[in-house]
Nanobody, 127 residues
Framework: VQLQASGGGLVQPGGSLRLSCVGN????????VAWFRQAPGKEREGVSC?????????YYADSARGRFTVSRAGAENTVFLQMNSLKPEDTAVYYC????????????????????WGKGTQVTVSS
């Protein structure tokens, strides 16, 4: 059972990337799935979360709101993070994590609050 994050890469400022988080042996529909990122020398930062409930409530950190969109594709057992208007300060390793609690205040959750973590995918925004 694991999460697998992918989709990172090198993109110019203003560009877009779509990250994917696939549940292998794990039905993501039952879980809230959050995206975190960590830049070199900085603390891990919560970016976005999609809740495990009907309607798929979504939450965003201020740094992501208006530019990033989290969504779920149940048939593919995948959660996406669409990132638009990327900035150099978005450069980081991005991780997805899953747990069965609400997304409420997900940015304040510690690593041990989540049931599963995926390996990170590097996003680099540079000209």
């Amino acid at each position: 059972v694991q999460l697998q994050a992918s989709g990172g890469g090198l993109v110019q400022p203003g560009g877009s990337l779509r990250l994917s988080c696939v549940g292998n042996g794990l039905l993501l529909d039952y879980y809230s799935v959050a995206w975190f990122r960590q830049a070199p020398g900085k603390e891990r930062e919560g970016v976005s979360c999609i809740q495990n409930s009907s309607g798929d409530l979504t939450y965003y950190a201020d740094s992501a709101r208006g530019r990033f969109t989290v969504s779920r594709a149940g048939a593919e057992n995948t959660v996406f993070l669409q990132m638009n208007s990327l900035k150099p300060e978005d450069t980081a390793v991005y991780y997805c994590a899953a747990y069965m609690s609400s997304c409420w205040q997900f940015t304040k959750k510690g690593k041990n609050d989540f049931d599963y973590w995926g390996k990170g995918t590097q996003v680099t925004v540079s000209s």
